[in-house]
């Protein structure tokens, strides 16, 4: 059974950091690409970045580029988002999803919650 | 960026009518990586159509997926009480991904 479990959410100050983590278990997580994927409090789902099996390809939405970054360890079968210069518009529900550029996503984690607000 | 709009925004219905769907592109998508999902309250989003028309696993029959190019649409034949949520379509074959802003089908 594919399970995907976010962490690292929290409330943070306009301006700082945050590094969000998703352990994964049920597949070889190294084979597939990965995605992160927010949703604002009562808004629909945005795309905000997504990653390669073997982590050599990377891919961000306009609005996070340069502020987040996508990563991950396939020996600890674990996917990061480190997030910095965060903006109030962060503020969101944060899902981890398997799948990414150019292969599917199908299947969620149940998210984390990021608050950016002083 | 391939923006997808989605329409109508609000499907107001009731149990046991037709339900239908529309997501459009700005750009032409690949059949290949269009998909549709359903998120209901306080749940994440879950893959019903992929390719858009292949349903995912242990998706009912009663939903349908068709389109190609620029126009897709999402059916559901027979408005089950478990089907009112939002609904979303997706491209994933040109970065950066994207999704439409969602239709939701409400309880007429």
């Known amino acids: 059974e594919v399970q995907l479990l976010e962490s690292g959410g929290g409330l943070v100050q306009p301006g700082g950091s945050l590094r969000l983590s998703c352990a994964a278990s049920?597949?070889?997580?190294?084979?597939?690409?990965m995605s992160w994927v927010r949703q604002a409090p009562g808004k629909g789902l945005e795309w905000v970045s997504a990653?390669?099996?073997?982590?050599?390809?990377?891919y961000y939405a306009d609005s996070v580029k340069g502020r987040f970054t996508i990563s991950r360890d396939n020996s600890k079968n674990t996917l990061y988002l480190q997030m910095n210069s965060l903006r109030a518009e962060d503020t969101a529900l944060y899902y981890c999803?398997?799948?990414?550029?150019?292969?599917?996503?199908?299947?969620w984690g149940q998210g984390t919650l990021v608050t950016a607000s002083s | 960026e391939i923006v997808l709009t989605q329409s109508p925004g609000t499907l107001s219905l009731s149990p046991g009518e037709r339900a239908t769907l529309s997501c459009g592109a700005s750009?032409?998508?690949?059949?290949?990586?269009l998909a549709w999902y359903q998120q209901k309250p306080g749940q994440a989003p879950r893959l019903l159509i992929y390719?858009?028309?292949s349903r995912a696993t242990g998706i009912p029959d009663r939903f349908s997926g068709s389109g190609s190019g620029t126009d897709f649409s999402l059916t559901i034949s027979r408005l089950e009480p478990e089907d009112f949520a939002v609904y979303y379509c997706q491209q994933y074959g040109s970065s950066p991904m994207t999704f439409g802003q969602g239709t939701k089908v409400e309880i007429k």
């Open positions: 999803a398997k799948g990414g550029f150019r292969q599917l996503v199908n299947y």
């Open positions: 750009q032409s998508v690949s059949s290949s990586y």
């Open positions: 390719g858009a028309s």
């Open positions: 049920g597949f070889t997580f190294s084979r597939y690409a």
């Open positions: 990653i390669s099996g073997g982590g050599d390809s990377t």
